[in-house]
């Protein structure tokens, strides 16, 4: 559990991206959960294989669709992870994933919510 009093998934700013288009916010949900496991799946690779460079990208683009959602913790750790790799700071790379893990373990289920 991540310990932090900002919330794990901003509706109502996901609901201003959205320009609260109810059928768009389902879209970009039902999206992002079809995408992220395989986004976690290529960050787990690049940790797995010591990729800072591959780690980087996979940590970017997950970055920017969390952004869209307004998924705070998931932002952070993916922010942290994408240094990680742009600085080649790969011992760190293991504590930033189970990180990300812990983050999107808590916004899985508030997206549910909105399916």
Do not use: W, Y
């Amino acid at each position: 559990m991540i310990d932090d009093t900002r919330p794990v998934f901003d509706s109502a700013a996901f609901d201003r991206n959205t320009d609260g288009d109810r059928d768009l916010r389902m879209e970009v949900v039902r999206m992002f959960l079809e995408e992220c496991p395989v986004r976690l799946e290529a960050i787990r690779a690049a940790v797995l294989v010591g990729d800072a460079t591959g780690l980087r990208s996979s940590a970017h683009a997950l970055r920017g669709a969390a952004s869209f959602l307004s998924a705070t913790f998931v932002v952070d750790a993916t922010a942290h992870l994408e240094a990680i790799g742009r600085e080649g700071r790969l011992d760190e790379a293991v504590a930033g994933l189970e990180r990300l893990d812990a983050a999107v373990a808590q916004l899985i289920p508030e997206l549910r919510k909105i399916e």
